[in-house]
Nanobody, 126 residues
Framework: QVQLVESGGGLVQAGRSLRLSCAAS????????MGWYRQYPGKGRELVAG???????FYPDSVKGRFTISRDNAKNMLYLQIDSLKPEDTAMYYC??????????WGQGTQVTVYWGQGTQVTVSS
């Protein structure tokens, strides 16, 4: 039975970091390239990070430098570190297989919501 279970999403202030985790079935994890996808409301899923079974990584230009994907083959775990979070990172994030010949699998997703802080008043007087 194929299982992909994401966790780690939540409400996060802009500028902070977040790490998403995905527990995968050994049957699909050990032999497949894996990835993290995100989906905005009303849009399709887009791949934001991919990693081969040997550890080679891929990122689209839009997230390079802020997203880091990793995998622990011994634990069948996939991770996504997101740094310097922006409000536009607000989306549902899914872990899944990448380029699987018979079609990809995805988990149920984990929601990430990024908000601006309350701000701080700056007053300059002469």
């Amino acid at each position: 039975q194929v299982q992909l279970v994401e966790s780690g999403g939540g409400l996060v202030q802009a500028g902070r970091s977040l790490r998403l985790s995905c527990a995968a079935s050994e049957s699909i994890f050990s032999i497949n390239a894996m990835g993290w996808y995100r989906q905005y409301p009303g849009k399709g899923r887009e791949l934001v990070a991919g990693i081969s079974s040997s550890g080679s990584t891929f990122y689209p230009d839009s997230v390079k430098g802020r997203f880091t994907i990793s995998r622990d083959n011994a634990k069948n775990m996939l991770y996504l570190q997101i740094d310097s979070l922006k409000p536009e990172d607000t989306a549902m994030y899914y872990c899944g297989t990448v380029a699987r010949a018979r079609g990809n699998y995805w988990g149920q997703g984990t929601q990430v919501t990024v908000y601006w802080g309350q701000g701080t008043q700056v007053t300059v007087s002469s």
